[in-house]
């Protein structure tokens, strides 16, 4: 393909840290509040992670008719410690593929009656928007239990790696003369 998309690229290793840097929080997270419900979203925090990476995993094998599969069995209520290990591995399979596939590259489905064809692109959009959605519906129902956040947005990703942007801050009264 060539060389990949730096910004197509960047949303892949956001999302990845975004995980990453939630499931790190959680792990610290003591009692039931791993697996109580969270009204509104696709089931308790652990539940939701699942979630998460059954999508990334799906969606890789819409693109190339396989995904790389967990050591664990999904029926057996792996822990979150499990899914971040099954995280970081869909997430170094996604920034592969989102480095060797040209987003217009053609996606074919047929399931029953239907057949879909559409470009990889469309793929790329889903794992991040997915991810923010489902991460939202974690970090909402964490905030109303006063646990302190990390700050997951894009300006969060920046602050964690400044080099991957450029980024200078700098106090302009600092570099004044006196």
Known sequence: MGQSEPTLVEFVRYNQWANETLMALCEKI???????????????????????LRAEASFLMRIHGESPAPTFKWEEAPSLSQLRTY???LGDAFLDTVQTVSPTTNVH????DWIFDYQARLIFMSLVYHGIAHRTDITTFLNRQEIELPE????????????????????IADTSEK
């Open 109 to 112: 489905e047929e399931e029953g």
């Open 152 to 171: 997951l947005d894009i300006w969060g990703y920046q602050d964690s790696f400044p080099s991957r942007f450029n980024a200078k801050l700098q106090n």
């Open 30 to 52: 003591e009692g039931t509040l791993l697996t109580a419900p969270i009204q509104g979203a696709a089931g308790s925090i652990l539940e939701t992670f699942g979630h998460i």
């Open 87 to 89: 995280s970081k591995i």
